[in-house]
């Protein structure tokens, strides 16, 4: 698959990369990464990021304005988004050819070229693959830029290595990244310093979180709440993980409060959790995932289904 994909990108004058709306690291990462990659070593191609700029984002990488003609003969690359509904930018499919890349399960299967592969721990790491790949075939270069996008990406979707999904050949990836020329240790503290306002509500959560004798937790932001600490939505992405230090938590779900939804972010230490957050809208992976509902009425029937799951593992 790594060739076809290759030989569909050599074909193309011009590619627009894709990834899924609320981009945490590894949607940054594999998206821009994938861009400067290919930038480097194809200085002839147009190759564009499309989608929202997340500002929380800021100090990896800004996707570009793509219009609708660039669109026109464009082959289209999806990185680290599951299903289609997730896609931030719903012009992905005015392109001429569209490949999905990706590591959460395939129960969407869009695309004319599909890699898939759910060993993976972050888009990024397979990306990495890639390169890997295109490094032996075609004498693929890695820059820089590319590198520390990658770095950050598998960093992130493996919160600091220490997520299960974490491989020896995530750490041999990660090393080789690494060899590269930039600043890690800024790149780290960019990524995991927490902001007073931030930290604060992060004492709001473990003061807040409500944990039941078979280790479900659960907290709800309200927007009330996240107006009170001066915390915007997508800020609580750097929150997710800290829970998972409680003594006894097994999985856990933070309810965040935006216009007109709720977003639920799921986490697990054991547990499965990825069909509870199908049977609301979203998915992931089975100890990550994340969903949807319309009100807390609906909000309060996760919890009581993640209750029922760790009960009953």
């Known amino acids: 698959m790594k060739g076809q994909i ?3 990108i050599k074909a193309y004058r011009t590619i627009i990369i894709h990834r899924h709306v609320r981009p945490d690291p590894d949607a940054y990462g594999s998206q821009i990464g994938l861009q400067k990659l290919l930038e480097h070593n194809y200085p002839d191609k147009r190759i564009l990021s499309a989608g929202e700029h997340d500002e929380t984002l800021g100090y990896l990488a800004e996707p570009d304005h793509v219009t609708d003609t660039d669109y026109r003969e464009a082959l289209v690359i999806v ?9 931030d930018g719903q012009r992905y499919t005015s392109g001429e050819k569209l490949i999905k890349i990706d590591h959460h399960p395939n129960d969407d299967g869009y695309g004319d070229f599909v890699w898939v592969n759910t060993m993976a721990s972050s888009a990024s790491e397979l990306i990495y693959d890639l390169y890997t790949y295109g490094c ?17 990406g598998i ?24 060899s590269f020329a930039f600043d890690r240790e800024a790149l780290h503290n960019a990524m995991y310093e927490r902001e007073p306002h931030v930290l604060k ?15 479900c937790v ?17 800020e609580t992405s750097l929150l997710v993980g800290t829970l998972g230090s409680m003594k006894g938590i097994r999985a856990w779900a933070i309810f965040i409060e935006e ?32 969903a949807t509902v319309l009100s807390w009425e609906e909000a309060d029937r996760v919890i009581a289904r993640l209750k029922e799951i760790c009960a009953a593992e």
């Open 136 to 152: 032996e075939k075609e004498g693929w270069q890695m820059p820089d830029s590319a590198a520390r996008l990658l770095y950050a």
């Open 6 to 8: 290759i030989d569909t």
């Open 218 to 234: 659960y907290v709800k932001l309200p927007k009330t709440v996240l107006a009170e600490f001066g915390v915007s939505p997508s």
């Open 79 to 87: 990185t680290d988004t599951a299903n289609t509904e997730r896609i």
């Open 201 to 215: 509500l992060q004492g709001y959560l473990f003061q807040h979180a409500e944990m039941d004798k078979n280790g």
């Open 155 to 178: 960093v992130g979707d493996t919160g600091r290595f220490m997520y299960p999904s974490t491989t020896r050949h995530t750490f041999e990836a990660a090393g080789d990244l690494a």
């Open 259 to 290: 216009d007109g939804e709720i977003r639920v972010r799921l986490r697990s230490k054991g547990p499965v959790i990825n069909g509870l957050a199908k049977d609301f809208g979203g998915g992931g992976h089975p100890l990550a995932s994340g």
